[in-house]
């Protein structure tokens, strides 16, 4: 099958599921400038490994290198802006071809590209916590923080503040939960620019009944899929929508 011939079959499956989510990744957002984990040679993440630096062990066990190391990279995904393929998902929420939106990822761009029912299942870098009294904080009192003290930040009542995003070695967020609660409704699942090499985010193409995957290269699942397309997500999904609209 050639590309237009994918485009068609994927409009076809959208107009033909009776309820469809978008499960996205860090490949969604490559195109507004932020890196993944996976592709090679991005650059960012080559020298240190995500897994080690963005661990729980490490934030408890060496808090200054979480925040030098791992929480950095946090700070540069607050003024990124939503590409089209963002924008696409957005649209097709709002012309309720699409129920919902999980994500991986932690940038918020989801939301700000008009998606309303997001569910973000790693977390997001809007709000930090105190990890010994829970007191929630904006994102913007951590970064005040660190801009001003080299130790890292803490609450009023001493405790270590750390971020909203789900961390290896952390519990699943509620929103995991929500989310594996929508996908055993759905009957289409939209997977777009992830590798599915994180569990347990990737169990949720289990769940669906038909499965198409967008992403510039080969996945584990892509043996399991109803329909695979190798290519940058802002084209799909710009070619998606001409097709919906036509
Ligand atoms: P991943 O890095 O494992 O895989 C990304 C995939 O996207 C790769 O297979 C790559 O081929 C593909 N890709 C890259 N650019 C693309 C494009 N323009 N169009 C289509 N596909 C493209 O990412 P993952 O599966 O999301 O898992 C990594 C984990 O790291 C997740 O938990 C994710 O939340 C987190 N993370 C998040 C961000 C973010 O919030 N933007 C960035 C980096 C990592």
């Known amino acids: 099958m ?3 011939e994918k485009i068609k079959q994927l409009a076809g499956f959208i107009r033909q599921s009776r309820r469809v989510l978008a499960l996205t990744g860090a490949g969604i957002s490559t195109e507004s400038g932020i890196p993944d984990f996976r592709s090679k040679g991005s650059g960012l993440w080559e020298k240190v490994d995500p897994m080690e630096v963005l661990s729980v062990q490490v934030l408890k066990r060496n808090p200054q290198r979480f925040y030098r190391e791992g929480f950095v990279h946090f700070l540069k995904l607050e003024n990124a802006r ?3 393929a963002h924008e696409v998902l957005g649209w097709l929420e709002q012309r309720e071809f699409l129920a919902g939106v999980i994500t ?3 940038d918020g761009l989801h939301q700000k590209a008009g998606s309303q029912r997001v569910m973000e299942v790693h977390g997001h870098i809007r709000t930090g916590h105190c990890m010994r009294c829970q007191k929630k904080y904006p994102m913007g009192f951590i970064r005040g923080k660190l801009d001003t003290d080299i130790n890292p930040p803490k609450c009023t009542c001493g405790g270590l503040l750390r971020p909203d995003v789900a961390l290896f070695g952390d519990a699943m967020p509620n929103d995991f939960w929500r989310a594996t609660a929508e996908a055993e409704q ?3 699942l939209l997977v777009v620019g992830s590798s599915l090499s994180v569990s347990p985010a990737n169990s949720l193409t289990r769940l669906v009944e038909r499965v198409a995957i967008i992403n510039l290269e080969p996945t584990l699942y892509d043996y399991q ?4 397309i190798h290519e940058k997500a802002s084209r799909v999904l710009l070619d998606l929508k001409s097709q919906l609209e036509g």
């Open 186 to 188: 759905a009957d289409l």
């Open 82 to 84: 939503p590409n089209p």
């Open 2 to 4: 050639n590309y237009s």
């Open 225 to 228: 899929a109803d329909l695979v």
């Open 104 to 106: 991986q990822n932690i």
